[in-house]
């Protein structure tokens, strides 16, 4: 049998930061030849940018490393919890919208900060949003993205493994 595990980025207006962590994380697991066993997706807690395609500078950065970003933007319902394996909120207020819609109980070992899997996050577990800031903003959200996924994709791994795939 062949099972799946499915991973949800999220940050606030999904046309930043988790669609850039999609994309990254997508090509990580095309790769390695996972692409039919981990369902990647990402969405905003906010619903302003639905419908919308990736900020123009996330996907110039992103273009700029190899990355095609394809996310249209979605807002996170509380019913998708129930699917994922893996939800990863880009900063401490996209976590705690996401906490709100749920019993702890049901949040445990499935919602995390996406920066607890980063290796040189030195206690600092925030993804800056750089909506209005400059372009430098965005490169350092490439650079913590890119250092990152490999490590969530280690985890993924480890559920797969555990649903005995
Ligand atoms: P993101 O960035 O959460 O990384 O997608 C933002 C995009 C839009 C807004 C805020 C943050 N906004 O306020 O419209």
């Known amino acids: 049998m062949n099972s799946t595990v499915e991973v949800c980025f999220v940050c606030l207006g999904n046309i930043c930061r988790s669609p ?20 990647i997706s990402s969405a905003g807690v906010g619903n302003w940018h639905v419908g919308n395609p990736p900020d123009a500078r996330m996907q110039q950065t992103a273009r700029k490393h190899g990355i095609h970003l394809t996310s249209r933007g979605r807002q996170f319902q509380a019913g998708d919890f129930k699917r994922m394996d893996l939800v990863l909120a880009m900063d401490q207020s996209n ?20 920066r607890t899997f980063d290796p040189d996050n030195n206690g600092d577990l925030e993804v800056p949003d750089p909506y209005y800031g400059g372009d430098h903003g965005f490169e350092t959200v490439y650079q913590m993205v890119e250092r990152t996924c490999p490590k969530v994709l280690e985890r993924l791994k480890t559920q797969l493994a555990k649903k005995h795939g």
């Not at 850039?20 to 369902?39: C, H, M, P, S, T």
């Not at 976590?95 to 996406?114: G, I």
């Open 20 to 39: 850039l962590a999609q994309g990254v994380f997508e090509a990580l697991v095309k790769n390695e030849g996972l692409q039919d066993r981990i369902i």
């Open 95 to 114: 976590l705690s919208a996401l906490q709100q819609m749920q019993p702890a109980s049901e949040l445990q070992d499935k919602l995390f900060l996406f």
